[in-house]
């Protein structure tokens, strides 16, 4: 039987959930229903999903209506439909990380941040589609099928967390899960024009993540609203003793910290994030956001960030080194693809020729480049110390301002097929975001209105580490005040 409200609304909200199942307008099963029949509708499309969990979520989702009917306290995410990058383990569901050599991964065990979504209630719909073990700027190199952007389908949703913004931006999820090493959750969510944040390194566990680059790698959400990222990071942050680099810097509550007013508030906007190479579309509509912040009663500030013109090669020195350690465990030996050899060497060629894309076959070679004996030094090392001077942009920044605001990507969304032969025109995609991954500090893309009423544009916020209050306070006020419209 079809759900009497599957046309309610295009987009559900965190609260829109909560206060349908509260008033018994529609119970947390029909909701899932609806959203897999909304998935069944478009995917084939937009290929956003890789895999579904039905029983797993109808097992929830009946859970939840079982708690209800028994008057019980809801948990923050009750009902929530949430649909989670293929990058993160999921307990008897696939996880491919986009690529052949895991195509029939079965993982036994939750990520972190999945098993908190699920203990606040989140009906998990199943797996998003993404670039291949996370590497990509615009989701064209997973084994399983580019995706398309919902808001032009002609074009990329940017990458490597494509699947889950554009399961946001086509509503087939009220919330979703990416990850993000130089940029992979904010350009696909400025591409898709929906809010989508990365916490500071540590804030969010990364038990479970399957690794590109362990000192780069995070977790984090998309969503409808700067409302609903606030309310599923808090879900998920917090130290986790299963992951070392998880914070002991206890977890705010964010929903209280994203009322409060901006006036006041010091916003740097840096020169070399405005240079050469910006679209002009993109140029305008990222001033008219800024201007945004000053009738909010912000106060603007130049400031300069020297080494940012050094972060792209720094990011694919330090990630392709990381790639290549990770990387090696797909031998064809402990799990994951074994392709046939007549020796053990023959055996790992075939396994690792068959198994791996292009982009990551390319990355790899980078990597194990830059860690070889006589490069080492003038590569990884100088990497490593370059890295160190971004970081230290970052600090002396705010000891002069608050938040620093910059565009999300230099240019809209791109044509399917436009860039995946020029391998340095799809990594410049990322300019604006590697500095801030490399630092190590919490970052927001949010939707900055739209190019020819059609292409989104998306405004960053940058804030100290740890400083993710005061990164979604600004976001919030910013959507608040019209933002995505301008």
């Known amino acids: 039987m079809p759900c009497p409200y599957k046309n309610m609304?295009?987009?559900?909200?965190?609260?829109?959930?909560?206060?349908?199942?509260?008033?018994?307008?529609?119970?947390?099963?029909?909701?899932?229903?609806?959203?897999?029949?909304?998935?069944?509708?478009?995917n084939a499309e937009l290929n956003a999903f890789l895999a579904l969990s039905p029983e797993r979520a109808y097992a929830?989702?009946?859970?939840?209506?079982?708690?209800?009917?028994?008057?019980?306290?809801?948990?923050?995410?009750?009902?929530?439909?949430?649909?989670?990058k293929d990058v993160l383990s999921t307990r008897g569901t696939t996880t491919t990380c986009g690529s052949k050599i895991l195509e029939h991964y079965v993982p036994p065990y939750d990520a972190t941040a999945v098993e908190r979504l699920e203990a606040a209630g989140a009906v998990i719909l199943g797996k998003t589609n993404c670039d291949e073990f996370a590497m990509g700027s615009s989701n064209e190199n997973s084994a399983y099928g580019a995706v398309r952007n919902p808001a032009a389908v002609e074009r990329v949703p940017g990458g490597s967390s494509g699947g889950s913004a554009a399961a946001i931006?086509?509503?087939?999820?009220?919330?979703?899960?990416?990850?993000?090493?130089?940029?992979?959750?904010?350009?696909?969510?400025?591409?898709?024009?929906?809010?989508?944040?990365?916490?500071?390194?540590?804030?969010?566990?990364?038990?479970?993540?399957?690794?590109?680059?362990?000192?780069?790698?995070?977790?984090?959400?998309f969503a409808n609203n700067v409302k609903d990222v606030a309310a599923v990071l808090e879900v998920i942050a917090g130290r986790d003793a299963n992951d070392s680099t998880s914070t002991t810097v206890p977890v705010p509550r964010y929903s209280e910290e994203i009322g409060k007013s901006v006036k006041g508030l010091r916003i740097g906007i840096p020169r070399e994030y405005f240079g050469d190479g910006m679209d002009a579309g993109v140029r305008g509509?990222?001033?008219?956001?800024?201007?945004?912040?000053?009738?909010?009663?912000?106060?603007?500030?130049?400031?300069?960030?020297?080494?940012?013109?050094?972060?792209?090669a720094t990011y694919y020195i330090i990630a392709t080194a990381e790639a290549s350690s990770n990387l090696a465990r797909y031998d064809g030996v402990r799990f994951g693809l074994r392709a046939k050899g007549d020796s053990l060497l023959a055996m790992y060629k075939n396994t690792r020729g068959q198994g791996f894309g292009a982009e990551v076959k390319r990355r790899i070679v980078l990597g194990t480049y830059v860690l070889s004996a006589g490069y080492y030094d003038a590569y990884y090392l100088k990497g490593q110390k370059v890295r160190a001077l971004i970081a230290k942009d970052f600090l002396d920044a705010y000891l002069k301002v608050d938040a620093i605001v910059t565009p999300t990507s230099p240019v809209p969304a791109f044509k399917l097929g436009e860039r995946t032969a020029d391998p340095l025109q799809m990594y410049l995609a990322d300019i604006y975001t590697v500095t801030g991954s490399l630092a190590g500090v919490p970052g927001i893309s949010v939707p900055c209105g739209k190019i020819g009423g059609e292409l989104p544009v998306g405004l960053q916020v940058f804030g100290p580490a740890f400083g993710e209050g005061r990164v979604l306070q600004l976001a919030h006020a910013f959507e608040a005040a019209g933002g995505a419209t301008v």
């Open 9 to 42: 609304t295009a987009h559900w909200t965190i609260d829109g959930v909560r206060e349908a199942l509260a008033a018994r307008k529609i119970s947390a099963r029909e909701l899932t229903r609806e959203f897999f029949g909304r998935i069944a509708a478009r």
């Open 60 to 84: 929830k989702a009946d859970e939840i209506d079982a708690a209800i009917a028994d008057g019980e306290l809801l948990p923050p995410l009750a009902g929530v439909p949430v649909a989670i």
């Open 169 to 221: 931006a086509a509503g087939l999820a009220v919330v979703s899960l990416g990850t993000d090493t130089g940029g992979s959750i904010r350009q696909p969510g400025a591409f898709c024009g929906v809010p989508a944040m990365m916490g500071s390194y540590g804030r969010v566990s990364r038990y479970g993540l399957i690794a590109f680059a362990s000192s780069l790698d995070r977790i984090g959400p």
């Open 285 to 312: 509509k990222i001033e008219a956001g800024i201007e945004i912040f000053r009738k909010l009663g912000c106060e603007l500030v130049d400031i300069r960030m020297p080494h940012t013109d050094y972060a792209i």
